[in-house]
Structures are given as C-alpha cells and as structure tokens.
C-alpha cells in the first residue's frame, strides 16, 4: 500500500467501514486483506480474554484466506461482494477442517469434512472465516451461559450477558472483533442477542437460507441468519447466504431479490401495524425508545395501525413443546458411536447413557427429556398435537395482521441486556424470548435493529416482522428508521475501532 493510500485511509478506522467498503477498498487496492485479518485478529487476541466471544480463532486459515485474495486481486481476477471481509461464524455450522463442537462436550474435538451451504456462499464471495463463536450449547439458551466451555460477555458492561443462543456472534460483532457474523435462529437467537449487544440481525423467512451444514436443533423452526453493525451490512450478508439448495429439501426455490438496494429506498406509504399489548409488556426504558421509534416512523410518511395477536401469549408454552419435541429426535445421533465424546462402559446401552449424560450440559438434558416426554405414548396427543395447533392459529394471527399492515412493529425483549446469573430458573430465562417466538413458529421473516439506549445507557432493540419471503420491505424500512433516528453505528465504550 502506497504512504499516500495510508495517509488517506488514517483517518477512518478499518473496523468502522461497513462491509461493502471493506470488500470495495480490497478489490481497489487500496486496502490489503491480509493487513485488515491482521488487525482483527489483534483485536481479537487483546480484547477477547474479556469476551469470550470466540471458541475457535483459525489465524493460519484466515490469512491463508486473505492472502489468497490479495494474490487474485494481483492477478486481475473479478473478486466477491465480501472481498477479504473477516466475519465470524456461530459453532454450530459445518466448517471444513475447522473444529465445530455447538459449544458441547460430546463435539469437543470434532471437525467436520464439509463446509455448510452458508459458509460455502460466504467463501465463494471472498470472505475471511476468522473463527467460530460461542453459543449457548446446541442453540439450547437465551443468554450465551449454557456454553460448556464459558459464557460469553456483553462488551457494553461485562456483568450482563450478551444473549443467546448467537452471544458470541453478537458480542464479537457489537466489539469490532468481527466485521459481522452468521448466527442461527430457532426462536429468537439472533434477533435477542443482536438486541443486547447493540446490532442488527435478521431472522429470514423459513426456506429462505438452506439448513445444509446447520447441526440441526429443532428443523421445523431453525434458519440460519446475518448479525451486523447496522442494516445495510446485515442486508449485504443476507443477499449473499439466501437461495435455493437442493441439499435442503426445506430450502424454497424462489428469486432472491437485491437486499441491498433496498437500503436508501423511501418507505412512505408502509403500513406498520404496532402491538401495542407487547409494547406496554416491556420495562419503561425500552417501551420509551420504542414509542419515539414509532413517532419516527410517522415522520418518515409511513402509517400506524394497531393490531393484535391473540395467540402470541402461548407461543412459549407452544414453542418449549415443539423445540424439545424435536430437538430430543435431532440429537438422538450423538450417541458416542460415530463421532465426538465416548464413554465407554460394560455394555451399549450403558455406553450411550454414560456419553450422553457426561457430553449434555444442563439444559440440553432437561429439554431432551421434556420433547422426549411430550412425544411418549399417552401424551402425544396431550402436548405435542396441541402445540401444533396453537402455531397454527398463531400463523393465522400473523395473516390476519398482515391483511390490514405491511408490516409488524414489537420489541425484541421486553428488557436490556440483563446481569448473569439473573434468570437461574428455567422458566424464568425463557420468558426472555416472548416477543421473538411468535415469528419462529409462523415461519415469518423478522429484524432486530437497535432504537437507542434504555436503562444503564443500554441498546434498546426493535423488532420488525413481514410475511414469508416479504424481507425486502422490512430492510427498506429499518433502513431508513436507523437513519431517521441517527443512533447507528453503536459502539460499546472501549471498543472503538483504531485503524
């Protein structure tokens, strides 16, 4: 790099440039892919010790990557949308020859030989895999502390989680330590954490981004989504993950449209309906930042309505029986037989007891044992039929909402980021996903955006949520809503991007 480029890129931190402009300077010269990993990665080594936002750093992999880039730029190749981007990735999708243990014991150790759609599409696009990310384990959580190798911390105050289950992909993005990151969302995993940690995340529509390479936790709901610093990165990411993959039967054949060329389009005209019972659900801090996003969005020519959802009250006891219900099948296959963590013991079947007991956490164990009950003989009927069809008249809420608005306006979580250790009881941390479950059992499209500071000077996340495959108007609004409010890119104190 020239001393004139130097001289010219000084003045704005690598790590403050939205992904689009990374890939740009990369493709243009005038930023080296192996200097920006370089740097993330030193981030990464002084600031994580604090975070844990990471399980696995690839240094060696992600400058052989960066450097492979640098050497096609050279060569006058055509580079991807994400040239030399350094992102993060949730250690629950596959990565080819790099460990992916879902934060559990009995993966410890395991390294996949094939890549997930997703990651496929991130290295076609000329993405920098710096690592995988901690989660709560198997996605099994809602504040990053079920990880059987330590929970993660919010970058905004150490004392309070970062969310979950995609905590380590939100706090590493919130931090600058990645340029933005891959999570997945069963029932609010990517938008919940986003919220707490100041980014933006979105949760597509069920179909919408192959399942390949996603270690499956409940496959009815599960979708593998983008966590960045504002709309317009997370839009990016989204254009380039969704499509079609024959590997995925689940996976839609539809056209994908332009995400990105929504940002900056006008949103006069959309309706937006506001439920208002799950605003006024919320701690006072939220539901104000909330009420001036709503009077922002009148200001940028867009119309309130208010709607209701009857059946969203019973999405969590619908959700902890369907989840379970299938998550007790998917992980019947880590049995200490074919990979991962083996007890041995006298005979088979105290095998497999001994390496599930000993390789489960927790909360892996408890909803196991609750799907496995929900489905015995005698209480199918009981509980699972019936969970079905409380998410069946929760879609039916969601298509009679959207007969009357374009889209639905709610909070994230009905509160801040709170303190660890504050929800030790179950059902107490699982009333943290309420506003987030609805849209992952009717298979809609959802965003989670920051709307501004509440209670301690934390981020205050606002949920938008479109009809099935309808994201394209959601990222034009929360687009132009993040502008009108003027409160992205937020950056926890400390973590300030030094170029």
């Not at 050497?71 to 993060?88: K, T």
């Not at 389009?265 to 605003?279: F, N, Q, S, T, Y």
């Not at 200490?336 to 007991?357: E, F, H, I, N, Q």
Request: aromatic share 6%.
């Amino acid at each position: 790099m020239s001393e004139a480029t130097k001289s010219a890129l000084s003045s704005v931190s690598w790590t403050e440039l939205s992904i689009a402009e990374q890939a740009a300077r990369v493709s243009r010269g005038e930023l080296s892919a192996v200097e920006l990993c370089r740097h993330y990665l030193t981030r990464i080594e002084r600031l994580d010790v604090a975070l844990r936002s990471f399980l696995h750093v690839d240094a060696e992999g992600a400058l052989a990557q960066a450097a492979a880039v640098d050497a096609a730029r050279a060569a006058g190749e055509a580079l991807g949308p994400l040239a030399g981007v350094p992102l993060s990735l949730k250690d629950n999708l596959c990565t080819r020859g790099l460990a992916t243990s879902c934060a559990s014991r009995i993966l410890e150790g395991y390294i996949p030989p094939y890549d997930a759609h997703v990651v496929e599409r991130l290295r076609e696009a000329g993405a920098v895999i710096l690592g995988k990310s901690n989660l709560d384990e198997f996605a099994m959580g809602s504040s990053t502390e079920n990880s059987a190798f330590g929970a993660s911390k919010n970058p905004w105050d150490p004392k309070r989680v970062p969310g979950g289950s995609s905590g380590g992909s939100a706090a590493a993005t919130a931090a600058r330590l990645a340029a933005a990151s891959l999570g997945s969302d069963t029932g609010g995993s990517v938008r919940q954490p986003a919220a707490y940690c100041g980014v933006t995340a979105i949760k597509p529509s069920y179909g919408r981004v192959s399942r390949y390479g996603l270690v499956a936790f409940a496959s009815s709901l599960d979708q593998v989504g983008p966590i960045a610093r504002d709309v317009a990165d997370a839009a990016t990411l989204l254009g380039v993950i969704a499509g079609h993959d024959r590997r995925d039967a689940t996976s839609v054949e539809r056209e994908v449209p332009d995400y990105a060329a929504e940002c900056g389009r006008d949103p006069k005209g959309l309706r937006v309906g506001v439920v208002r019972e799950a605003i006024e659900g919320c701690e006072a801090s939220v539901r104000a930042a909330i009420e001036t996003a709503m009077e922002a969005l009148s200001g940028l020519g867009c119309e309130l309505v208010e709607v209701e959802l009857p059946n969203a009250s019973h999405s969590i006891a619908a959700y902890y029986i369907i989840a379970p219900a299938e998550a007790s099948s998917n992980l019947a296959r880590f049995d200490g037989m074919r990979y991962g963590l083996r007890v041995a013991a006298d005979d088979l079947a105290a095998t497999y007891r001994k390496t599930r007991s000993q390789g489960f956490g927790a909360e892996v164990r408890r909803r196991i044992m609750l799907g496995t009950y929900a489905l015995s003989a005698g209480y199918f009927d009981a509980y699972y039929l019936k969970a079905q069809r409380v998410r069946t008249r929760i879609r039916q809420d969601f298509d009679a909402a959207f007969e009357r608005c374009d889209l639905l306006l709610t909070p994230t979580a009905p509160t801040v980021a709170f303190e660890s250790g504050a929800h030790a009881d179950p059902l107490s941390m699982y009333k943290q996903d309420i506003f987030t479950l609805p849209a992952s059992l009717a298979g809609v499209a959802a965003l989670s955006m920051p709307c501004g500071l509440g209670e301690a000077g934390l981020p205050v996340g606002l949920q938008l949520s479109a009809p099935a495959f309808e994201e394209a108007p959601m990222i034009r609004m929360a687009h132009a809503l993040e502008r009108q409010l003027g409160v992205l890119p937020l950056t926890p104190p400390g973590y300030g991007g030094e170029a």
